[in-house]
């Protein structure tokens, strides 16, 4: 059995340590491979490993991968050991491993976007995302659970089977990047890339205990990342610390020729405004955020984290964004209407799943509505029904109003506050099934969270305290502070995230009565 | 025809036509694949140009140069921004199953095509008249792939399977809506060859029918004169100008047979069957197709182009139009200077004419004997190497009398066969086609000839003053043609007296 504490530490531990020649790659990445063989629910042979039927999951199965490209982890480790054993000039954080979103294309397996219509599709390309991370010798473990075509809060509309929350194994990890969220939280890998449409990464690192960010609007390149909502999706960091995530955006963050919306600036450094120091800032509180529709408990650890960032030397104001309570039905017209058209290209012609039919619209018709999820399917119509002649300057047109005002609300907010913040989700982890039926309920999940996807702007989560579940007393599960900056300010919120962590001391690992075993606790001891 | 005579008396027909034209840019219009024509299918494709999930459009700069350039010369109004929005509708060749496209903004407006079209009057005088067709949009999309559909008749209605090509799918595309302004087949035709010429002169497509790069579909309708707009039918697959004119003449008369038999008109598209010379019922558009535009979220607008539009202004060649208004201006008779402009030898008539060569003479050459030579040879003019100099010399040495006309085509055959490594007078030494105009020598061959044939002297002497050119046949047959024709008939007459 490898070192349980190489999977319960930070990546840039991780990195400290193979730099220091304390650890190899090789040693690393087993470490990370042993776990999820042991605690994942994967068939564990083969170049590939595969996550298996939700019908033959175990309870306690965490169920974060979909495909463990564990032959190919391994030989990259190998040779980034032999690279840096022949003295060559690494980056800084080689061999670190990472967990992948499986919306983002990567060569030599498949990427499923947890829909039967891509299955075993294996992408003849590699994503911008995926080729900075093999640049800088991150090491991708394999391709992570999510809601189907990333619609959904809770992964629970995967068509491979829910993931679950390694706080606690009957409760959501969140979504739609639920499985990169499980992964990072469950020790299965030290950090992971997730995409955040309306609060794809935010919502899950906020219920998984983590540290999520969802860069500014063209950050980081599209390219490769099979589209929900094009103009909303952005891909971005899990990590344990507000340190690792920095790292990690910094890694993917750079102008692609190849994304028509990729920004040309050059990118704000993230590492150095991490100096713990927050004093003199004003911080703004959104009125529109909070209140009703909020857990109590929630609402007792964001006053608490208000106090914290007061007693850091930061001026705290109320601000309001007048138009973020329009911004969920906005987002649920604009983002459906993208899904509508781009999913439209899965009609088995050409990749994917494919039902016979005598004709050709017969055989599209019959494809998708095989291949498509419930969830999927509803948002298709929806986004259908909101472009149609005679709706759509009812709907689509007017939810891009709407969305123009929030941008507009935005830089009026930023003209007297450095930064905004919110809680991440109104509600801790919620039971497996519990909103499984209620669409409307699970929408209700991006409230806080999708005022900053219509703006564009850059927004994270980080680990805020604990709180009690309302549905089980004595309960303690993770609460999300999120917190909002400048278009392009990535750095800010990094900044205030990091010096919000510093004094709040949050541990990230998993515990409770249901929650994931870590192997560190049998040393007594984590390396943090 | 004439429109006159189309239609029975009190009817007009309205024709508006949509041209899609294929820009020949390197790369398509979103990805860096090749848009060369005639490639095994499914070579020139890669993530993008097959909708590959996560693929994602760059937008080709040169296509919207070539646009601008096309909307420049067409008289339109250019776009302040430039964006795409998304047309959605399902189809096998349509990789994303949506085409990207233009739709409120297009990028050029307003424009309008003058056309020449030759009319003539109840006495079968010949006029030109000038017609204004009013340009309503030229927008940008993308072209969709191929279908092959195998089976019986190749069409999609039973065929068994169907194949797709996606080498086309992704080639830039200029769709170009008229104005309902059109009212005869031949103003439609000439539109439509006007429209070929002026994208051909610009060099941003090859414009061939055959092959696709220039297609055109046409809105036809009927109305008796002062009601409003009929219900129009939308005529496909037009593969020539030709075609253009017969369907549109078909169409108007089966349109005026439907409505005087009491019938009414359907919103329809209908299919241009070349051999049997009539339209058919292609589908009928019961409800306008919702296409669910919305703009692209993928694309940004590419806004002021104002610095562009001035650079394509700056690269505007001679258009046809005014390059034929010189040509007449020069005193090229107005069939030949057609001809040059439409054959593109412009560039040959300009050489031979800056190099001294008389301009009615050049063209009477370029338009002429030179095509049916090139032909002969089975070579373009550009492989044949005669240049604009060589016409010059040419109709010099006719002019000067040197050589005749026959003998100036054999010059220019030599000239064709040399590949223009020679000059004119250098092929007419070298083959020995030097005329005889040296009056001494031709003076002798006309005594001989004059003495040889008694009988016809006497004949002209009697009156019969057309009885000379069996004479100048004979002194051509004496010299094997190369006696001077016009020196001849002066000597003969002097002698004859």
């Known amino acids: 059995m490898s070192d349980p504490s190489l999977t319960s530490t930070t990546a840039l531990e991780l990195a400290r340590r193979m730099r220091a020649g304390e650890v190899s790659a090789r040693e690393v990445v087993d470490a990370h491979l042993d776990r999820i063989a042991a605690t994942d629910g994967v068939v564990a042979d083969g170049p590939v490993w595969h996550g298996r039927d939700a019908a033959e999951l175990g309870p306690d199965d965490v169920h974060a991968y979909l495909a463990v490209t564990a032959d190919a982890a391994r030989e990259h480790a190998d040779d980034i050991d032999r690279r840096r054993a022949a003295g060559e000039e690494l980056g800084p954080y080689a061999g670190v491993p990472l967990a992948l979103k499986d919306v983002l294309t990567m060569r030599g397996a498949p990427t499923t976007c947890g829909s039967r219509m891509l299955e075993g599709w294996v992408p003849p390309y ?89 860069p500014t609007y063209g950050t980081v390149s599209r390219r490769g990342l099979v589209a929900f909502a094009s103009s909303l999706d952005q891909a971005g960091p899990f990590a344990r610390t507000v340190e690792d995530a920095a790292a990690l955006q910094s890694l993917i963050q750079h102008h692609d020729e190849r994304d028509s919306t990729s920004i040309r600036d050059t990118v704000p450094d993230l590492m150095g405004g991490l100096v713990g120091d927050v004093a003199g800032m004003r911080i703004g509180v959104v009125r529109e955020l909070q ?90 119509m929806i986004g259908t029904h909101a472009l149609s002649s005679g709706y759509y300057d009812a709907y689509y047109l007017q939810a891009s109003k709407v969305r123009t005002l929030i941008a507009q609300d935005f830089r009026t907010a930023f003209g007297e506050v450095d930064a905004l913040v919110s809680p991440t989700s109104p509600t801790v982890a919620f039971g497996l099934g519990s909103k499984a039926d209620d669409p409307l309920a699970m929408y209700l999940n991006d409230v806080a969270t999708v005022p900053a996807s219509l703006a564009g702007n850059p927004a994270l989560s980080v680990p805020a305290g604990l709180a009690e579940a309302p549905d089980a007393p004595g309960s303690q599960l993770p609460v999300g502070l999120q917190i909002m900056a400048p278009l392009k300010r990535d750095d800010v919120m990094y900044r205030v995230a990091h010096a919000f962590e510093q004094a709040t001391g949050f541990d990230w690992r998993p515990r409770g009565p249901r929650a994931v075993g870590h192997g560190a606790d049998t040393t007594g001891e984590v390396a943090r | 025809m004439s429109a006159d005579t189309l239609l029975p008396q009190g009817w007009e027909l309205v024709v508006g036509l949509e041209v899609h034209v294929e820009l020949q840019t390197n790369t398509k219009m979103w990805c860096g694949c090749s848009t060369e024509f005639g490639d095994e299918p499914n070579t020139n494709v890669c993530e993008v140009c097959t909708g590959q999930p996560g693929s994602l459009p760059v937008v080709n700069a040169q296509a919207i140069e070539d646009a601008i350039l096309l909307g420049l010369a067409l008289n339109g109004g250019v776009a302040e921004v430039c964006r795409f929005h998304r047309k959605n509708y399902f189809y096998p060749d349509l990789a994303k199953n949506y085409q990207i496209s233009q739709y409120d903004v297009p990028l050029i407006h307003d424009g309008h095509l003058d056309v020449d079209v030759v009319v003539s009057d109840d006495a079968g005088e010949e006029s030109i008249d000038r017609r204004r067709v009013r340009i309503e949009r030229l927008h940008m999309e993308e072209d969709t792939g191929k279908s092959l559909h195998v089976g019986d008749t190749g069409r999609l209605h039973g065929a068994d399977r169907s194949l797709i090509d996606y080498n086309r799918c992704g080639i830039p595309l200029l769709e170009i809506v008229s104005r309902p302004d059109i009212h005869d087949p ?36 009927v109305r008796e004169v002062g009601d409003e707009l009929g219900t129009r039918t939308e005529i496909k697959n037009l593969n020539s100008v030709r075609s253009l004119g017969r369907a549109i003449r078909y169409e108007a008369q089966r349109q005026v047979a439907v409505i005087e038999d009491g019938g009414t008109i359907r919103m329809e598209t209908r299919h241009w069957d070349e051999s049997a010379g009539r339209t058919e019922t292609l589908r009928v558009k019961e409800s306008v197709t919702d296409y669910r535009y919305f703009p692209d979220p993928d694309l940004v607008e590419i806004t002021s182009p104002a610095d562009r539009v001035e650079a394509a202004r700056a690269r505007l060649p001679e258009l046809p139009a005014a390059a034929r208004s010189r040509l007449a201006q020069a005193g090229v008779v107005r069939e030949q200077a057609a001809a040059i402009v439409g054959a593109g030898t412009l560039g040959w008539y300009d050489d031979a004419v800056r190099a001294g060569g008389d301009p009615q003479l050049v063209a009477n050459w370029l338009a002429g004997d030179l095509v049916g030579q090139l032909a002969a040879a089975e070579v373009t003019l550009e492989e044949s190497g005669v240049t604009g100099a060589h016409l010059a010399e040419l109709v010099g040495l006719v002019a000067d009398g040197t050589l005749s006309t026959k ?51 006497e004949d002209i002497r009697g009156g019969n003053a057309k009885a000379i050119g069996a004479l100048v046949g004979q002194v051509m047959k004496e010299t094997r043609g190369q006696a001077d024709p016009r020196k001849t008939n002066e000597l003969l007459r002097e002698l004859i007296g």
Request: net charge negative.
């Open chain 1, 291 to 380: 209140g009703e529709g909020y857990e109590p408990g929630v609402e007792a650890v964001f006053a608490a984290s208000l106090e914290r960032l007061a007693s850091l030397g930061a001026e705290i104001v109320e601000v309001s964004l007048p138009h973020a309570p329009s911004g969920l039905p906005a987002y649920y017209l604009i983002a459906p209407s993208e899904a509508s058209s781009n999913l439209a290209r899965f009609d088995g012609v050409r990749y994917g799943l494919r039902v016979d039919a005598p004709t050709a619209e017969e055989m599209n018709a019959a494809t998708r509505a095989a291949g498509f999820g419930p969830e999927v399917k509803r948002r298709i």
């Open chain 2, 407 to 457: 003998l100036a085509r054999q010059v220019l055959d030599g000239l064709i066969e040399e590949r223009g490594a020679k000059t004119p007078a250098e092929v007419a030494k070298d083959r020995g086609l030097e005329q005889v105009s040296d009056e001494g020598e031709l003076r002798t061959i006309v005594e001989r000839v004059i003495a040889a044939n008694a009988d016809t002297v």
């Open chain 1, 126 to 214: 590699d994503a911008t995302v995926t080729t900075s991370l093999r640049v800088a010798d991150v090491v991708v473990l394999g391709k992570t659970n999510m809601d189907e075509f990333a619609m959904g809060s809770s992964t629970e509309n995967s068509a491979y089977g829910d993931t679950r929350n390694p706080w606690d194994l009957d409760r959501v990890p969140g979504g739609s990047s639920g499985g990169s969220a499980a992964a990072v939280a469950g020790l299965l890998a030290p950090w992971a890339i997730g995409t955040d449409t309306g609060g794809s990464i935010r919502q899950p690192a906020a219920l998984t205990g983590l540290v999520g960010a969802k």
């Open chain 2, 186 to 221: 031949e103003t439609a035709q000439a539109y439509l060859r006007e429209l070929q010429a002026i994208v051909q002169a610009l060099g941003v497509s090859d414009a061939r029918m055959e092959e696709g790069s220039i297609r055109c579909d046409a809105n036809v309708s």
